[in-house]
T-cell receptor, first 111, second 114 residues
């Protein structure tokens, strides 16, 4: 079953704008990860945030985590056409034996 | 550096035919290995994972099986494919604990069952 669910399912923005994607999950976690997938390719790890962290940055990426709301957000600032991809959150958790992925957000950045 | 290879990249198979997808990892030892399936426009469904040679855990009862004959080789098989087996199959590996490590994915194998 899906643990993380992303919102929105699809997002279309203009180059230079910021893109925000949200992830909600159901059970307690140790960490949450975000991955990117270009069409027809494998997933690439972007960033990991631990349950005791509230915010993390990596280049143009900013991830927040609110464990009380069981939600996370991924912000891509100053988007580029090359950011066009699907973005997935993945969660672990007590008793879960491998990462569980959400259904993803398809981001389209128009040049 | 570590690399992961999957093959074949694409295949079209008739219903009832067998399947074998292979995945190998280079540059690391004793990795955790995973098979995920992705339906069109959907998220990833965990199928199998393995922490060592001959150790396979199945997450979803289905028409598929997995084997790990060598430390860095993971094989996904089926004796008789169903239409519902169509999808994008992704192999991945990680270090350390199963549920906390970063996953490194292969480029995927797209299976179409007709």
């Amino acid at each position: 079953s899906q643990q993380g669910e992303e919102d929105p399912q699809a997002l279309s923005i203009q180059e230079g704008e910021n893109a925000t994607m949200n992830c909600s999950y159901k059970t307690s976690i140790n960490n949450l990860q975000w991955y990117r997938q270009n069409s027809g390719r494998g997933l690439v790890h972007l960033i990991l945030i631990r349950s005791n962290e509230r915010e993390k940055h990596s280049g143009r990426l900013r991830v927040t985590l609110d464990t009380s709301k069981k939600s996370s957000s991924l912000l891509i600032t100053a988007s580029r056409a090359a950011d066009t991809a699907s973005y997935f959150c993945a969660t672990d958790g007590t008793g879960r034996r491998a990462l569980t992925f959400g259904s993803g957000t398809r981001l389209q950045v128009q040049p | 550096s570590q690399t992961i290879h999957q093959w074949p990249a694409t295949l079209v198979q008739p219903v009832g035919s067998p399947l074998s997808l292979e995945c190998t990892v280079e540059g690391t030892s004793n990795p955790n290995l995973y098979w995920y399936r992705q339906a069109a426009g959907r998220g990833l469904q965990l199928l199998f994972y393995s922490v060592g040679i001959g150790q396979i855990s199945s997450e979803v009862p289905q028409n598929l099986s997995a084997s790990r004959p060598q430390d860095r080789q993971f094989i996904l098989s089926s004796k008789k494919l169903l239409l519902s087996d169509s999808g994008f199959y992704l192999c991945a590996w990680s270090r350390g604990r199963l549920d906390t490590g970063e996953l490194f994915f292969g480029e995927g194998s797209r299976l179409t069952v007709l």
